[in-house]
């Protein structure tokens, strides 16, 4: 009976490594939790080299760089403060798209509904 519970524990730890592995960013508790978001400090992806032209790149704090993109008025905001080293939040409106930059690492292309932008 004891193998049978361990066995289990073994089993829902695993589950739950799994379904971590699926998470896109951590937010720092700043998103609707029926969203899905990344919180990054901003940049130029094209400045970075990163992406062809003049984008928000944000870089999460496992070293994920995502180019994001957007039509809100609070995207557009933050694609004038993107140079300044902001940290901002952004709620995905789509499904990321994984690209190669120019220097071979690999960067997330994602459509954003919203960006929130903090100090």
Do not use: H
Request: some cysteine.
């Amino acid at each position: 009976m004891q193998g049978m519970k361990w066995l289990g524990l073994v089993a829902m730890v695993a589950l739950v490594v799994a379904a971590g592995g699926y998470a896109v960013a951590d937010d720092g508790g700043k998103c609707d939790k029926s969203s899905t978001c990344v919180t990054g400090k901003s940049s130029c992806g094209g400045c970075a080299g990163v992406t062809a032209s003049c984008s928000i790149l944000l870089t999460d704090k496992d070293g994920g760089r995502w180019a994001l993109s957007g039509d809100s008025d609070s995207v557009k905001a933050a694609f004038k403060a993107r140079g300044g080293g902001k940290n901002m939040t952004a709620t995905l409106a789509g499904k990321p798209v994984t690209k190669k930059a120019k220097d071979g690492k690999e960067y997330k292309e994602a459509k954003v509904s919203e960006i929130k932008i903090g100090s």
